[in-house]
């Protein structure tokens, strides 16, 4: 019987197993199950305990990971859709010929409208004896060097009543807006977040009301009003704009249902309540402020043709471009009709302005123009 270390690799220390390929202190000096293999203070020290236990403390961690996972979820979420959204907006607005154009008339107005009693050569109000002395049933005075617009029919500056009838115009066009603005948000929301029959509802409701002309309805609100005035104006111009916001709104929260900071706030077991107010209802707004911009050129034109029938403030010392257009420009538009082509020539710039803002908006906003 040959000797056993005779035998080839017999005796012969193998591969892997001298000093230099296991270094002290490595799982080569010591066996498996050793102290050595796993320090106090690792998972396996404390691998002890019941599988009950076990399992709470996998559970825990994976909990634990899951939630900083979803926690990072949801900021890089809020971060994409909030911060860089807006800012790739601003800067595509920016480069904009028409948002450039549309921003330089929408502020030109409000400017006007808000410093008219310092920009206005004239009280809107005051009878000129120059102006009034050449009156006549087929004559109006034109412009002249201290009324560079010429004379209404009553032989009041029609430069001052131009200037501060864009304060009235203003006033209207926003209070109008955020009425709207204001009632159809709460009817999105609300059919947005509760859904069921509630949502049945108020959408069929609206489709009803979007089925109508604006201005037709708006005619038939004013109309149902025991006196025609100011306030009868923009409230029938507010609810008329109810349906545009509360179906925008509530086709946005719908989308954002389904989103991933949405759904990680669901998984983390934030409320309901809170999920709507703090995230789907803040990220759903940015669309509906666009409309704002819109429909304020739709309430300009709709509260101008109100007063152009007749329907509107019935106060003829009011400076209100549709007034003008309908009392003094539809009288008199055979013997003087600049009292026409002033108002009508403010409403349409004004109103384009705003249209061509919005249209900038709606289309910075826009995620298939993010580059």
Avoid: C
Avoid at 81 to 103: C, E, H, Q, T, W
Avoid at 193 to 204: P, T
Avoid at 241 to 266: C, K, N, T, Y
Wanted: proline share 7%.
């Amino acid at each position: 019987m040959s000797d056993p270390t005779t035998r080839p690799g017999v005796g012969k220390p193998r591969t892997g197993d001298s000093p230099v390929d296991h270094p002290a202190g490595t799982p080569a000096d010591h066996p498996a199950g050793t102290p050595a293999d796993h320090p106090a203070g690792t998972p396996a020290d404390r691998s002890g305990g019941s599988p009950a236990e076990l399992r709470e403390r996998s559970i825990g961690r994976l909990g634990d990971r899951k939630r900083a996972r979803l926690d990072e979820l949801a900021r890089a979420t809020a971060d994409q859709g909030g911060v860089s959204l807006y800012r790739d907006a601003l800067r595509r607005l920016r480069r904009n010929p028409v948002a450039i154009v549309g921003f330089v008339i929408v502020g030109l107005f409000v400017l006007v409208a808000l410093f008219a009693p310092l920009i206005a050569p004239h009280d809107p109000v005051q009878r000129f004896d120059e102006l009034t002395r050449d009156l006549t049933v087929d004559s109006i005075p034109g412009a002249t060097a201290g009324h560079p617009f010429g004379s209404d029919p009553l032989g009041r500056d029609f430069l001052s009543r131009m200037i501060h009838g864009s304060r009235q115009t203003l006033f209207v066009g926003v209070l109008a807006t955020l009425i709207g603005l204001t009632l159809g948000v709460l009817l999105g929301a609300v059919a947005g977040a509760f859904g069921g029959w509630v949502d049945v509802v108020l959408m069929r409701l609206t489709d009803v009301m979007l089925a109508l002309p604006s201005l037709l309805l708006a005619i038939t609100l004013v109309a149902m009003a025991s006196r025609s005035s100011q306030w009868t104006v923009i409230f029938a111009v507010a609810i008329v704009s109810v349906p545009i916001f509360a179906r925008l709104l509530r086709g946005s929260m719908l989308a954002q249902r389904e989103s991933d900071h949405v759904l990680a706030a669901r998984a983390l077991g934030v409320k309901e309540r809170n999920i709507v107010l703090r995230h789907m209802l803040p990220n759903s707004l940015t669309a509906v402020i666009v409309q704002a911009t819109l429909t304020f050129a739709v309430a300009i034109l709709d509260a101008a043709a109100l007063s152009f029938l007749g329907l509107g403030d019935p106060d003829i010392n009011r400076a209100e471009w549709g007034l003008m257009l309908g009392v003094d420009g539809q009288r008199y538009f055979e013997v003087r009709p600049e009292l026409a082509y002033y108002p009508a020539l403010a409403i349409i710039v004004v109103a384009l302005g705003f249209t061509l803002l919005g249209e900038a908006m709606r289309e910075a906003i826009d995620p298939k123009n993010r580059r």
